[in-house]
């Protein structure tokens, strides 16, 4: 694995943790209103993308990182919300 991968990863995996935990915070917090706030974890999560990618190296695959990230982000919160919804009440 060569450094420029390396820092990929370790620049992507984070978002994906952050998403995790805010889903879960989310839904411990406010179980009925989870649906609500998933969106602002999202748009939390996609700042942060946006911080790490643009404070580390400048090597190139920064929009393929991005991708990654966010991608990840949404798979994540998209499990969240397929556990959210049946609690919520609409």
Do not use: E, H, N, Y
Request: net charge neutral; with cysteine.
């Amino acid at each position: 694995m060569s450094k420029a991968t390396s820092w990929q990863w370790a620049s992507v995996w984070p978002v994906w943790l952050l998403a995790a935990l805010g889903a879960a915070a989310v839904g411990v917090l406010t179980p009925l209103d989870g649906i609500v706030w998933l969106p602002i974890v999202l748009g939390t999560c996609t700042l942060v993308a946006f911080a790490i990618q643009l404070g580390g190296p400048t090597v190139p695959g920064l929009v393929d990182r991005l991708a990654a990230a966010i991608f990840g982000t949404v798979v994540v919160l998209a499990v969240a919300s397929a556990i959210l919804v049946p609690l919520t009440a609409l």
